[in-house]
């Protein structure tokens, strides 16, 4: 069965890093587009960053120069490197690929 399943987060203050994990089955990694998102509370689920399967990434505005995706293609994983976090980003992250969704992950980022 086809399975993403996101670790790596915590709580970290602001100016620290997390490095998130999405470990995946059932689908191979460099032949799917792979993403991060993240829904903050009380917001709407946004991305955060992407590489496709040529390996071009892309990112939002708001996390551009401090956070960096990218894949391990014999492990079959994803990995969203967040350094310089801010109170603002605290959500749950999700990792996505093909039509699947993991559980998320939270990440808390205190003042």
């Known amino acids: 069965q086809a399975q993403l399943v996101e670790s790596g987060g915590g709580l970290v203050q602001a100016g620290g890093s997390l490095r998130l994990s999405c470990a995946v089955s059932?689908?191979?990694?460099?032949?799917?587009?792979m993403a991060w998102y993240r829904q903050p509370p009380g917001k709407q689920r946004e991305l955060v960053a992407g590489i496709t399967t040529s390996g071009s990434t892309n990112y939002a505005d708001s996390v551009k120069g401090r956070f960096t995706i990218s894949r391990d293609n014999a492990k079959n994983m994803v990995y969203l490197q967040m350094n310089n976090l801010k109170p603002e980003d605290t959500a749950v992250y999700y990792c996505r690929g093909w039509v699947l969704w993991g559980q998320g992950t939270q990440v808390t980022v205190s003042s």
């Open positions: 059932g689908i191979i990694v460099s032949t799917n587009n």
